[in-house]
C-alpha cells in the first residue's frame, strides 16, 4: 500500500518576489495530486501548535524551531506499518525539512519502507532534504521532486512523469 503523508501551510506565503494569501498550501495541492495519480492513501502532518498565519512570523517561528532542533507535537499520527511505499513532502524551510516532518519521522519504524520525498520551494530545491530522511531512517530513499511554489497548479505532467521514473 501507498501513503502520501506531507506537511503544508497555507496562509501568507512567498510566491516569486511577493507574499500572497493562499487558502490551500502548495504542499497539500502536490500531496493530492500524487494521491490520485498513484491511489495513495492521504495523511496530513500537523503541529498542535501551528505556525503564524503571517509569513514573517511564520518564517521566525519555523527559523527558531530549527535552531533549537525542536521537535513539535503532532496532532495525529498514524501506524505505517501497512504502508510500503510514502510518498513524503514538505516545503524546504530553511534548507531542509519542517521540524514536525522530522517528529512524523521519529515517532514510526521505516525500516523496509521507500520514501518518495517532494518538496516545494521558492527557488530552494530539495537542498539536502533527501541526506537528512536517509540519516533519520532506514529506509531506501528515491530520488526526489522539487517544485517552485508558483508553479505548484502547473505542475501534474512534472509529478506523473516523476512517479513513472
Known amino acids: 500500500m501507498k501513503l502520501v503523508a506531507y506537511y503544508s501551510r497555507a496562509d501568507e506565503n512567498y510566491f516569486g518576489g511577493s507574499i500572497r494569501n493562499i487558502s490551500k498550501g502548495n504542499t497539500e495541492k502536490v500531496a493530492e495530486m ?33 535552531q ?5 507535537e503532532l496532532v495525529n499520527d498514524i501506524d505505517i506499518s501497512k504502508y510500503d511505499e510514502i510518498y ?18 521519529e515517532s514510526g519504524d521505516f525500516e523496509g519502507k521507500i520514501i518518495h520525498p517532494f518538496c516545494t520551494h521558492e527557488g530552494s530545491g530539495l ?24 508553479h505548484v497548479d502547473n505542475s501534474r ?5 516523476w512517479i513513472k521514473g
Not at 492521504?42 to 505556525?51: G, S
Not at 513524503?88 to 519521522?105: C, D, E, I, Q
Not at 505532467?157 to 512523469?161: A, L, M, P, R, V
Open 157 to 161: 505532467t512534472s509529478i506523473e512523469k
Open 68 to 72: 533549537n532542533n525542536a521537535r513539535p
Open 88 to 105: 513524503l513532502g514538505y516545503p524546504n524551510y530553511w534548507g531542509t525539512m519542517p521540524m514536525a516532518v522530522y517528529t512524523f519521522l
Open 34 to 66: 500524487i494521491a490520485d495519480i498513484t491511489g495513495a492513501d492521504l495523511f496530513k502532518i500537523e503541529q498542535v501548535k501551528p505556525y503564524s498565519y503571517d509569513y514573517h512570523t511564520c518564517t521566525d517561528e519555523a527559523k527558531k524551531d530549527k
Open 127 to 150: 537542498s539536502n532534504t533527501e541526506n537528512d530522511i536517509r540519516r533519520m531512517c532506514n529506509a531506501k530513499v528515491e530520488k526526489g521532486l522539487s517544485i517552485i511554489g508558483s
